[in-house]
């Protein structure tokens, strides 16, 4: 399990490459570890995308990332945030996210933009 | 002394414990001639402020100190005394210090002072790094530091999870040496009791080091008649339920680390934007009589006493003569010290109660209690604290407490909460979690668990508890007793013999002996008992943590035994649930960088 000593790694290819031999050595005894790595695998991937989409300006102010290395959930929220729901969406079919987490995410993140009319609607 | 507790009513001379602690750190300090530079180990600042105080360290030439970091020493000093954890990060940060100041041109003498006990792994990286030639070795013994009247501590940060997850047993040694020490100052204790395999490990060391060091100074009377170790984990149910008494909240809701508790200024009723540090320990006369008590009891007592004090204060008026003024006068001190810790206690209070009132608490106590009363599940409320992402470790309280009342958690739920805290907290959460599942406090649930016999058997749920007046431990925890303590007070009266089936079903092995004094320890004990009867002092150690309201609730058995027998607690660090499942957190170094991979 040491193997995941690999988050050292400063860039994210080596931090994907890492969990690639991460997910080989849970695949044959520990299912959830690899589902989960599986799981992670595709979600940096998809914060890569996003990343490169929505913060054109390259790091936020902060010097932080706005999407990678976020969980699922945060993920969620911030495209809510950003009014993108339908990507919003389809991050939730694609990592089963169930309903009533998705519904607090969506409440949260309209109350955060004061969108109240959206969220008298739903 | 400051901020430390004074330590002059304790049962047993306490003061002369902290008298050693402080004669160890002067020779460390003597040990260089002239003026020097002290660095300490952030993590040992606090227990050390607890012996020692800064007027001390000036006296033995302490010219300037400071925090053991990535920050560079500048002093003019020639000599640099390093006063650290026997850690490998600590070795580092050392030895890049030392590499600068050498760069600057500075020639300088250094002594690394280990606490308490040097390692080979850390002279190990001393070497690599280069500075092992250049360095004066040494250790510094302190071990336990009296936090009260009533409370040792080693405060070893890790050592749950040393003990616990990681199977090591460095801080068993530290327990069994300061209980060596503690015979050496107040005699050998002649009855031990224990339960669970650390406090087993324990009992074997003390019995080979005596036998070892037999003989050496002269004997001593025994001033403790009963030593009990026990187990953190033979009772993980308590920590990870919510303390109710009042000491136990300020420490739930602020944080109390070395006895002291950061306050925001406007608790205190000052300006500023610094957090103030208050000590809290039985110095306060106020807090000495509330610590203990339930919560809900707290409002009414405060607001009696406020009515009394300005009742005193009124006295003035009516004081005629010159006698009565100065006899107010002599008051007026006293008095204006209550006054003083009223108003501190009364704005915490507040603050708790404020808190204590709103949903999220009085939701998660409906769980404890739900849980603890079952067999229950509170999956609703578990989900509902994920969605609104609670900090992760009040989540964990409470699916621990699931997993270990109700023997596991149904396998598809326990898959379906993994799934949750990842994609909700972080992937790297991953490892937390597993830790948690070798420590057993989150599984998947199989056979019937040891949790509803031991409740039935030790009458763990008190159904009628009563607050304001309590008969019962279970007061601390609003109905519920805390297993731990339960098990101290059957140790002392009847005896463990009398609740075997519930000991089998808990984790570790159970001993229960009397050791024979040495004869001259003997003779010493006789001699004293003929012309002063003693009361009976029980040592409790804790090995792996204790939490505020299980001291509470020690001391309230104190009270109760018509008075005839006194406790001491010793532990290897004070806790609550938050600083338990955090000890355990799998730290995952995070070095990603800004950027992403190009396409």
């Known amino acids: 399990i040491c193997v995941l000593e690999g988050y050292a790694k400063t860039s994210l290819k080596g931090r994907l490459e890492s969990l690639k031999i991460a997910h080989d050595f849970f695949a044959p005894k520990a299912p959830f570890q690899a589902v989960a790595t599986e799981e992670q695998i595709k979600l940096l991937h998809v914060q890569n995308d996003l990343e490169r989409e929505y913060n054109v300006k390259g790091p936020t102010s902060e010097g932080t990332h706005l999407f990678i290395d976020t969980s699922v959930s945060d993920t969620i929220y911030n495209l809510l945030v950003l009014g993108q729901h339908r990507k919003a969406a389809k991050l939730k079919v694609d990592f089963k996210v169930p309903d009533k987490r998705y519904w607090w995410l969506k409440v949260r993140a309209l109350t955060h933009t004061h969108d109240w009319e959206a969220l008298e609607k739903f | 002394m400051s901020g430390a507790a004074s330590l002059t009513n304790a049962v047993i001379n306490l003061l002369a414990l902290r008298e050693s602690g402080r004669l160890g750190l002067t020779e460390v300090l003597d040990s260089m001639k002239g003026p020097k530079a002290l660095v300490l180990d952030p993590r040992l600042s606090g227990p050390l402020g607890l012996i020692a105080e800064v007027a001390l360290l000036r006296e033995h030439g302490v010219d300037k100190i400071f925090h053991l970091g990535p920050q560079k020493v500048e002093t003019e000093c020639k000599n640099v005394i390093y006063l650290v954890r026997p850690r490998t990060e600590n070795m580092e940060l050392v030895a890049e210090q030392i590499h600068e100041m050498e760069k600057a041109g500075m020639s300088k003498d250094y002594s690394v002072f280990f606490v308490p006990r040097r390692t080979m792994i850390c002279e190990r990286v001393l070497e690599e790094k280069g500075v092992y030639g250049d360095v004066t070795l040494g250790e510094f013994d302190l071990d336990l530091i009296p936090f009260d009247e009533d409370v040792l501590s080693l405060e070893l940060d890790t050592s749950f999870r040393e003990c616990f997850l990681d199977g090591d047993r460095t801080a068993l040694y530290y327990v069994a040496r300061s209980i060596i020490k503690l015979q050496a100052l107040y005699g050998e204790i002649p009855n031990i009791k224990g339960k669970g395999s650390c406090s087993k490990a324990v009992r074997d060391m003390i019995l080979r080091m005596q036998a070892e060091r037999s003989n050496d100074g002269p004997p001593v009377a025994s001033e403790i008649d009963t030593l009990i170790l026990l187990d953190r984990d033979v009772d993980l149910f308590t920590p990870l339920c919510t303390q109710l008494t009042y000491e136990g909240l300020v420490d ?79 008051k007026l001190n006293t008095l204006q010290q209550e006054h003083n810790s009223l108003r501190i206690h009364t704005n915490i209070a507040e603050k708790i109660s404020a808190f204590t009132r709103s949903m999220p608490f009085s939701t998660r106590i409906e769980a404890e209690q739900a849980l603890l009363v079952g067999p229950d599940t509170v999956n609703d409320t578990i989900e509902e604290a994920i969605n609104k992402q609670e900090p992760l470790t009040r989540v964990l309280r409470m699916i621990c407490l699931q997993s270990l009342t109700n023997n596991g958690i149904k396998s598809k739920y326990f898959d379906f909460l993994r799934r949750e805290i990842l994609q909700t907290y972080g992937y790297e959460k991953l490892f937390t979690l597993e830790n948690l599942q070798r420590l057993g406090m989150f599984k998947r649930q199989d056979s019937k668990g040891p949790w509803a016999a031991l409740r039935k058997n030790l009458h763990l749920i008190v159904e009628d508890c009563n607050e304001q007046n309590p008969k019962d431990i279970s007061y601390a925890y609003s109905g519920y007793a805390p297993l731990s303590v339960r098990l101290i007070q059957y140790a002392i009266k009847p005896g463990w013999r009398s609740i075997e089936d519930s000991l089998r079903i808990l984790p570790g092995p159970t001993f229960e002996e009397t050791q024979e004094l040495s004869p001259g320890a003997r003779d010493a004990s006789a001699s004293q008992s003929s012309h002063q009867r003693r009361r009976n002092v029980t040592l409790v150690y804790f090995i792996g943590g204790v939490t505020y309201a299980e001291i509470s609730a020690i001391r309230f058995l104190a009270q109760q035994e018509e008075g005839n027998r006194d406790y001491i607690i010793a532990t290897t660090k004070l806790i609550n649930g938050d600083t338990l499942l955090e000890s355990v957190f799998e730290e995952v170094d995070n070095n990603l960088l800004i950027g992403h991979i190009p396409s």
């Open chain 2, 252 to 330: 739930e809701l602020f944080g109390i680390s070395n006895s002291y508790v950061d306050l925001e200024p406007e608790v205190l009723g000052q300006s500023g934007v610094k957090k103030v540090k208050t000590p809290l320990n039985s110095n306060d006369k106020l807090y000495s009589e509330i610590r203990d008590l339930n919560f809900s009891v707290l409002g009414p007592l405060l607001n009696k006493k406020a009515t009394y004090i300005s009742e005193n204060y009124k006295e003035r008026h009516q004081a005629q003569t010159v006698s009565q003024i100065r006899d107010f006068m002599k």
